[in-house]
């Protein structure tokens, strides 16, 4: 029997575990393109599971069982769930002989005093046990659902107070990673597990803090469809992941995760967040400083505020320029997440356009050169841009008010344009969005909701930093057809003043 008992000695049983992998690899590339060659390879692939399943339970040496599980692990992420479904019961059977503590290798030490070292070797083993149930849950998604129910108990009691903190670390880490790629199923399980994870957060251990940080945000996102569920936990999940953002949190990784956590938390359910105090607290620990693989959910969670508008993420515009650009610096971020962050900017500079330009002034030339390189380009040439708003100004002038029913599609290019480098976009851009009032005053219900828009627009324009007299001319004009269209609709004590540049609002004044 080739791995039975002390036969082999550990090393090189271990060695023999090393290479199995690669001998099934081998065997693959070997017999592709035969005729028998998939039963070979079969072949291969049975008396290695079958030797790998016997370690798990029958093998007396820790270290040897955890490899094996390690392998196993390996394996079903590199060759996947349809290959290894005949064996699924057996290793199932074999996980649960684990976590119930009664193999053969768990029962060496059960008469003696455990030392150290056997200790030691404990933790490597059960953070190897754990790690089969995310790689079954990755090869299954929802379908290992009914497979986790049998392994959840004995999981669960390496939870217990009783237990050593590096337990509970494995546990809740297993379970965070279960929820990532189980999805919904993992909601049944809410009123047992959420307890110890929001207990975890205030673990004197950072890895532990970290661990229930990202499990709390997969436990929301992945049980969305059970939202009310997790809702009555939202409250509490919020207060123990508070401290995890302060100074009094020592380690960024931990940071990071309690972002990534926050994060998911608003993606699945932004109402149920106070944003007006959450997002000052969570934009302040930003850009992420160790844990990159929460990019994605942290910066999509941003951009996602952004990109519709959220009135609570707009009042915090320098943070976010400031944000965007160390983002955009940064040589670890994948150009996917830069690729989110330009097209935020983007949308940014859309809303406020001129009024960005303190902000962006303030950044360093590099900053803002990075920046400027992940911003969405237009796929035409600004004087494409010239010729349209030009023309769309007279057929607006001659045709009058028929134009109205092109509103939706002719206005958000207009004000944007109002913020063009080029002098004729924003002037012929002024005189456009005067003539689109004028003659489409029929219509006014299709204007009305574009004016507060338009006078932002137009408002810096009227200012120093407009060095261009045509263009100021022509959002006088605009304005003054404004009011004559519907003068009830624009607040005159304000933009009486206007051109002396006095008293008019600037949202990011």
């Keep these: 029997m080739l791995f039975a008992g002390n036969i082999m000695s550990v090393s090189h049983r271990l060695n023999f575990l090393y290479i199995r992998p690669y001998i099934l ?58 290959v290894v479904e005949p064996y699924m019961p057996r290793l199932v059977e074999a996980t649960l002989v684990l976590l119930r503590e009664e193999s053969a290798c ?18 490597v083993l059960m953070d190897a046990v754990s790690d089969l149930l995310p790689a079954f849950a990755n090869s299954m998604g929802i379908h290992f659902a009914p497979i986790f129910e049998k392994l959840f108990g004995p999981l669960i009691k390496f939870a217990k107070a009783s237990r050593p903190p590096q337990d509970r670390t494995m546990v809740v880490a297993c379970l ?21 994870v929001l207990k975890e957060l205030a673990s004197p251990v ?11 945000g997969e436990l929301c996102k992945n049980g969305e469809r059970f939202l009310y569920n997790y809702a009555r936990y939202y409250g509490d999940a919020l207060h123990g992941l508070y401290p995890l953002f302060g100074e009094s949190e020592p380690d960024d990784a931990v940071r990071d995760n309690a972002a990534g956590a926050v994060a998911r938390m608003i993606m699945v359910h932004p109402e149920s967040i106070p944003l007006h105090q959450v997002l000052p607290v969570f934009l302040k620990v930003l ?18 505020l952004v990109l519709s508008s959220n009135p609570q993420i707009l009042s915090l515009v320098p943070d976010l320029v400031n944000l965007f650009a160390q983002v955009a610096v940064s040589p670890v971020e994948t150009s996917e997440v830069k690729a989110h962050i330009g097209r935020a900017f983007s949308h940014l500079i859309s809303i406020y356009g001129h009024q960005m330009q303190p902000i962006l002034s303030s950044l360093s030339p590099t900053h803002a050169n990075a920046l400027a390189a992940i911003a969405p380009k237009s796929s035409r040439p600004p004087q494409d841009r010239t010729m349209v708003v030009a023309c769309l100004a007279e057929v607006a002038q001659h ?25 004729t976009n924003r002037r012929n851009a002024a005189f ?51 009011i004559m269209v519907h003068p009830e609709s624009i607040p005159l004590h304000q933009v009486y003043h206007l051109v002396t540049f006095n008293s008019y609002p600037v949202l990011m004044a």
Excluded: W
Aim: proline share 5%; glycine share 6%.
């Design 25 to 82: 690899t081998a065997a693959q590339a070997v017999f592709q393109g035969q005729n028998e060659g998939p039963t070979k390879a079969r072949e291969i692939l049975d008396t290695v599971m079958n030797i790998y399943i016997k370690t798990m339970t029958e093998d007396d040496d820790k270290e040897v069982v955890a490899q094996d599980c390690m392998s196993i692990a390996d394996i079903i992420k590199d060759i996947g769930y349809i």
């Design 106 to 123: 768990q029962q060496k030490e059960s008469d003696g005093e455990i030392d150290d070292d056997d200790a030691e070797h404990d933790d």
């Design 176 to 196: 965070a990673e279960v929820a990532q790629h189980m999805g919904p199923p993992i909601a049944g399980y809410i009123d047992a597990v959420m307890p110890l």
């Design 206 to 216: 950072a890895t532990n803090r970290r661990n229930a940080a990202f499990c709390i």
């Design 287 to 304: 850009p992420l400083k160790e844990d990159h693989e929460e990019s994605m959910a942290v910066y999509s969670c941003v951009c996602n």
């Design 399 to 423: 045709m009058g008010p028929p134009i109205a029913g092109y509103i939706d599609a002719v206005m958000p290019l207009v004000l944007k344009e109002l913020a063009s480098p080029v002098a």
């Design 432 to 482: 456009c969005i005067g003539e689109l009032c004028k003659n489409g005053e029929r219509f006014l219900y299709n204007y009305a909701r574009y004016y507060g828009d338009a006078l932002h627009g137009l408002y810096p324009l009227f200012g120093e930093s407009e060095p261009d007299d045509a263009v100021r001319d022509n959002a006088a004009g605009a304005v003054a057809r404004m």
